[in-house]
T-cell receptor, first 117, second 112 residues
Framework: GAVVSQHPSWVICKSGTSVKIECRSL??????MFWYRQFPKQSLMLMAT?????????EQGVEKDKFLINHASLTLSTLTVTSAHPEDSSFYIC?????????????FGPGTRLTVL | KNQVEQSPQSLIILEGKNCTLQ??????????LRWYKQDTGRGPVSLTI?????NTKSNGRYTATLDADTKQSSLHITASQLSDSASYIC???????????FGAGTTVTVRA
């Protein structure tokens, strides 16, 4: 089956620093990847849609200058949390959509736990 | 508003027992409905997918139903095992933009 990996699986950083999270589709090419954030006991919330070779589309209320997304290849998207603050502590999950968008399944990564001290 | 409501919020069952989780949605236009299992600290994994014309779909001990007229779905877990302890999330896809609407999930705890 389609496998999506994330790195790192967890990270602890000091307030004000930047953190980069990688999302890779291991056995398929993904023209579209998605970044979600999930707070404890809450649903996944879509942050942005990332298309290979173009700018990401951010959901309302998500600061594009704070959450930098780069989708430089068909198998890699990165999310950089810039100048992280404790309120950015959350579980970040990416997903990847094989091929063309349609009713294809999004395959989710294992998530990255970010803790900002 | 495109919403997905799940109930109960959490439940505890004894190993070997059955349970049923509910999902009501208002998402429109409808493309498909998936149930995902999310273990603690992990990403969601798809269990079943149903389109408008499908009423039931099974995956091992998991059986999902869909009533597209009433916009209700259920997930039935048969003969629960300790490894079934997880959050089960109902996700509905819109057919116009293929965005996903997530329910808040039902946390299932299976005890020996």
């Amino acid at each position: 089956g389609a496998v999506v990996s994330q790195h790192p699986s967890w990270v602890i950083c000091k307030s004000g620093t930047s953190v980069k999270i990688e999302c890779r589709s291991l056995d398929f090419q993904a023209t579209t990847m998605f970044w979600y954030r999930q707070f404890p006991k809450q649903s996944l919330m879509l942050m942005a849609t990332s298309n290979e070779g173009s700018k990401a589309t951010y959901e309302q209320g998500v600061e594009k200058d704070k959450f930098l997304i780069n989708h430089a290849s068909l198998t890699l998207s990165t999310l950089t949390v810039t100048s992280a603050h404790p309120e950015d502590s959350s579980f970040y999950i990416c997903s990847a959509l094989p091929g063309l968008a349609g009713d294809n399944e999004q395959f989710f990564g294992p998530g990255t736990r970010l803790t900002v001290l | 508003k495109n919403q997905v409501e799940q109930s109960p919020q959490s439940l505890i069952i004894l190993e070997g027992k059955n349970c049923t989780l509910q999902c009501n949605y208002t998402v429109s236009p409808f493309s498909n409905l998936r149930w995902y299992k999310q273990d603690t600290g992990r990403g969601p994994v798809s269990l079943t997918i149903m389109t408008f014309s499908e009423n039931t779909k099974s995956n091992g001990r998991y059986t999902a139903t869909l009533d597209a007229d009433t916009k209700q779905s259920s997930l039935h877990i048969t003969a629960s095992q300790l490894s079934d302890s997880a959050s089960y999330i109902c996700v509905v896809t819109r057919s116009n933009d293929y965005k996903l609407s997530f329910g808040a999930g039902t946390t299932v705890t299976v005890r020996a």
